[in-house]
């Protein structure tokens, strides 16, 4: 958590002492895939992963700084049950034109948290159990400008985290491995550049 609050200050104290430059200041959603892997991911489908909320502040036209809010959801095999997984992931941005369209690499820690719902887990009281940890986001996004201020952008991005503690009524227990995830999202955007 630490280390989540440092990047939020750093991104917030490097958008306030650039501001005399010329930039630009975004805001966008997406929706697109999410496949799902590593240790939690045994019994679980590939889902739908939804980009609440996708900020980007340039700088200059190669530096700038992305934070992201998603969300992706993953059946349970054999259940009726599923897992979400949130990230809010704070980073660099680093933009090479390519003709017409721009690539964003943006390179994102931050934080996770997962849950269960449906009947089999409220069944095996699993639905007020809160999973969270961290997670490294490699994220990549070809833009393009659609009219003065809109974009739109298609998104791959590979996602490494685990889960370090769970939470619910009984208190919280602590993780030391064997409780990580990595998934690959596939996706399509729009933004509206301020």
Do not use: C
């Amino acid at each position: 958590m630490k280390k989540v609050l440092f990047f939020a200050a750093f991104a917030v104290f490097a958008l306030t002492s650039v501001n005399a430059q010329d930039s630009k200041f975004y805001a966008g959603v997406g929706l697109g895939y999410a496949t799902a892997g590593g240790d939690v991911a045994d019994d679980l489908s590939g889902g739908l992963n939804i980009n609440f909320l996708n900020l980007g502040y340039r700088i200059n036209e190669t530096w700038g700084i992305t934070a992201n809010l998603s969300s992706s959801g993953h059946a349970i095999d054999e259940s009726d049950s599923a897992v979400g997984i949130g990230l809010y992931t704070v980073g660099p941005m680093i933009s090479f034109p390519l003709g017409n369209m721009t690539w964003d690499v943006k390179p994102q820690y931050g934080i996770a948290a997962g849950v269960i719902r449906g009947d089999d887990a409220d069944a095996l009281g699993l639905e007020d159990v809160t999973w969270s940890g961290n997670a490294f986001v490699i994220g990549n996004s070809l833009v393009m400008s659609i009219s003065k201020g809109f974009s739109w952008s298609i998104d791959v991005d590979y996602v490494s985290g685990k889960f370090t503690k769970a939470e619910g009524p009984g208190g919280s227990v602590d993780f030391d491995d064997d409780n990580g995830f990595n998934n690959f999202k596939l996706g399509a955007g729009v933004r509206y550049n301020f």
